[in-house]
């Protein structure tokens, strides 16, 4: 008798999970976006409804996209005379045969000095409003020149990048079609840059298509991982929008006080809630973008997906820190999700779904 009630108990809570059985949760989804269920959004979520990429990327009117700053922008992007050492070129960091990242746990850079931070893909900033992981910037012009100049990046002194780049006659023809005179300035090396950097784009995955309206795409364990992802998962809570990320900062237990880089957005806004939370990173291409996490800390999507089933953790204090920062509080929207391992399953089909061809270039000759 009691393992009956049990069984009517959990039926009902089932079906006010999935108000839809296996088959009709297919279609509902293959059907129009405002019929899906709802999201599971929690208070204090910043949320949009889920959506493609546009595919041609936004280009600022003070920077506008011309085929010829993009050309002149891709010599810039590889040529590794902009940096102090002339060793380091941004390719060097984002490489297009690794995702446009390096696939280290972090980065390392001038005098090959270990960075705190993982290298991001540059693929799809162009839609970004936020940049770096503590989001200090809020263009790809600003972020240029602080990767050129940070010292454990470039490390440039950027009047002398510039003149030694003036000083390369190969490149005149190139300023000259891109900005109409053969002048080499800062910003005209960081304007093509972007326009190049913009140009980078990821909007063909299956995830796209599928939300353009080619329903049929996805398999049902894709769908199922698409449910979850959107309700028990509690992912969309932050990786929500076009962009699959709320252009928020948490904190997930990634970081651990007082080592490398545990401050991340507290570092701009000096509030306490803000202490190792970092940007909630886009996720399209992410079987390109391993080792996972501001600071390389997961080098597999299983280990990570685990993580969250576990619903993260709460660092105690060190007593020994010798510094006044707050101690980083878990983000009230992590939670122990309880996924079976068949959820899991359908969750890591659905972020398959979510890898396309990457944009691919070799390197251009070196110009002199
Ligand atoms: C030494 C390796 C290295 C070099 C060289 C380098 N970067 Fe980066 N890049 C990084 C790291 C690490 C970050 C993350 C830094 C942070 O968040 O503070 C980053 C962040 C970025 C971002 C922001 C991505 C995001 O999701 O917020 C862009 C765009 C970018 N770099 C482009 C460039 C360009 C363009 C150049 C050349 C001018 C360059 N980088 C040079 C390692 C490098
Ligand atoms: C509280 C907001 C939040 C929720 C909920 C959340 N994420 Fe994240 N996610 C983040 C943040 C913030 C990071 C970066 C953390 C860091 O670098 O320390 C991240 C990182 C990731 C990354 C690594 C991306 C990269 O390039 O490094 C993946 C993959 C990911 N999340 C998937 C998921 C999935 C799948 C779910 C649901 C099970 C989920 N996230 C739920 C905020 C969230």
């Known amino acids: ?93 984002h490489d297009p045969d690794l995702g446009w990242a390096d696939g280290r746990r972090k980065s390392i850079g001038h005098n090959r000095q270990v960075h705190t931070l993982n290298t991001p893909s540059v693929v799809n900033t162009a839609y970004l409003t936020s940049v770096f992981w503590d989001g200090r910037v809020n263009t790809l012009e600003q972020q240029v020149v602080q990767s050129w100049s940070n010292p454990i990046e470039m490390a440039a002194s950027l009047p002398a990048a510039t003149t030694r780049i003036s000083q390369l006659h190969d ?11 053969a002048q080499v300035t800062t910003s005209r090396i960081t304007n093509a840059i972007t326009t190049y950097v913009r140009s980078l784009t990821l909007t063909n995955t299956k995830f796209d298509r599928f939300l353009r309206g080619e329903r049929a795409l996805f398999s049902e364990p894709e769908i199922r991982g698409l449910h979850l992802f959107r309700t028990k998962a509690r992912c969309i809570n932050c990786h929500n929008g076009a962009q699959l990320s709320d252009g928020q900062f948490h904190h997930l237990g990634t970081s651990f006080q007082a080592v490398g880089n545990f401050e991340g957005r507290y570092s701009v806004t000096g509030k306490a809630t803000d202490v190792g939370a970092f940007r909630t990173p886009n996720l399209r291409g992410l079987s390109h973008t391993a080792p996972y996490m501001h600071n390389g800390l997961i080098n597999n999507l299983d280990n990570l997906l685990a993580l969250y089933n576990a619903g993260w953790w709460q660092n105690a204090p060190l007593h020994d820190t010798n510094n006044t920062i707050p101690l980083a509080t878990l983000s009230a929207l992590i939670q122990p999700l309880n996924l079976s391992k068949t959820e899991m399953h359908d969750l890591r089909a659905f972020l398959e779904t979510l890898n396309g061809t990457m944009p691919f270039t070799t390197p251009p000759p070196e110009l002199n």
Not at 24 to 35: H, K, S, W
Not at 41 to 55: F, N, R, T
Request: proline content about 11%; some cysteine.
């Open 1 to 93: 008798m009691l393992n009956k009630i049990g069984c009517m108990l959990s039926l009902l809570v089932g079906l006010w999970v999935f108000p839809v059985s296996g088959d009709t949760l297919t279609e509902v989804y293959r059907g129009p976006q405002q019929n899906w269920p709802a999201p599971f959004i929690d208070e204090g979520a910043q949320y949009s409804p889920l959506a493609s990429l546009p595919v041609q990327p936004p280009y600022p009117s003070e920077n506008p996209y011309s085929d010829e700053k993009r050309e002149l922008g891709k010599h810039l992007f590889f040529d590794r005379r902009l940096s102090k050492s002339q060793q380091i070129a941004c390719a060097s960091c």
């Open 171 to 181: 490149y005149s023809p190139l300023f000259e079609k891109a900005f109409g005179t």
